[in-house]
């Protein structure tokens, strides 16, 4: 069974930095793509930050530059490095196995609360 465990949300100020990280726990396939997604009140989920396996990167254009993500293949974990937090970056961050070319959702974890205020 595959599981996935986010880390590292917290309530900040705005201008603040956090650090998020998603441990990968199970047989996944390989050669797979891992994202960060987020959810703020009321609306929907939308796509922050994504990976390829081979560390290509994609980045919503509201989080380019501030945000960066990484990964660790050897130990199945993904990170979200968030700099110069806004209230709009305020919502829940999902981690997301993905298909390699993106297109298809895996596994989700469960979320993890980042609140920035201004």
């Known amino acids: 069974q595959v599981q996935l465990v986010e880390s590292g949300g917290d309530s900040v100020q705005a201008g603040g930095s956090l650090n998020l990280s998603c441990a990968v726990s199970?047989?996944?396939?390989?050669?797979?793509?891992m994202a960060w997604y987020r959810q703020a009140p009321g609306k929907q989920r939308e796509l922050a930050a994504a990976?390829?396996?081979?560390?290509?990167?994609i980045y919503a254009n509201s989080v380019k530059g501030r945000f960066t993500i990484s990964r660790d293949n050897a130990k199945d974990t993904v990170s979200l490095q968030m700099n110069s937090l806004k209230p709009d970056d305020t919502g829940v961050y999902y981690c997301?196995?993905?298909?390699?070319?993106?297109?298809?959702?895996?596994?989700w974890g469960q979320g993890t609360q980042v609140t920035v205020s201004s």
């Open positions: 990976i390829s396996f081979g560390g290509n990167t």
């Open positions: 199970g047989r996944i396939a390989s050669l797979n793509a």
């Open positions: 997301n196995i993905r298909s390699p070319d993106f297109r298809t959702a895996w596994y």
